[in-house]
C-alpha cells in the first residue's frame, strides 16, 4: 500500500473517534513512519521492529497536573510496514489500524496495556 493511501486510512481512524475524543486531542500529533527507531524499540522494551505496531509519546491526560503547559504535542506513531507485514489485504489493513489508533489514544486518556488488552478481550 502506498503512503497516500494508508495515511488516508490513518486520518479517517482518528476522524470516526466520538467528538468527545476528537476535542482533547488538540496538542496530539498522528504520524505515520515506515518502521520504528531503534530507540523507540528499546523505550517499549521490544527487539523486533515488526512487534510495534504504533507508539504513544507524551504525557497522558491523567498525568497533567495544574503547571502542565508550553510543552511540544504528544505523539503517536503509527508505523506502517508492520502493520501490512501482519496483514495481508487492504480490509485487514484498515481494520487493525483503527484498532492501533484507538490503543494509542487510550494511551493518552491514561489507559495503560493490561487495561487495554482486558477491554480489546471484551472484558469489564
Not at 486510512?9 to 468527545?20: C, D, F, N
Not at 497533567?64 to 506502517?80: A, N, S
Not at 485487514?92 to 489514544?105: G, L, N, P, S
Request: with cysteine.
Amino acid at each position: 500500500m502506498n503512503r497516500e493511501r494508508f495515511q488516508e486510512l490513518v486520518t479517517k481512524a482518528v476522524e470516526s473517534l466520538p467528538e468527545e475524543f476528537q476535542a482533547r486531542l488538540d496538542n496530539v500529533d498522528v504520524v505515520v513512519e515506515d518502521w520504528p527507531s531503534l530507540s523507540q524499540l528499546t523505550g517499549v522494551r521490544l527487539k523486533h521492529r515488526q512487534a510495534l505496531l504504533g507508539l504513544y509519546q507524551g504525557v497522558p491526560l491523567t498525568k497533567r497536573g495544574r503547571h502542565y503547559g508550553l510543552v511540544p504535542p504528544d505523539k503517536i506513531t503509527i508505523f506502517q510496514k508492520p502493520i501490512e507485514a501482519k496483514c495481508r489485504d487492504e480490509a485487514k489493513i484498515t481494520a487493525e489500524i483503527y484498532r492501533v489508533v484507538k490503543h494509542e489514544i487510550a494511551h493518552h486518556f491514561g489507559i495503560g496495556d493490561a487495561r487495554l488488552q482486558q477491554l480489546e478481550r471484551g472484558e469489564d
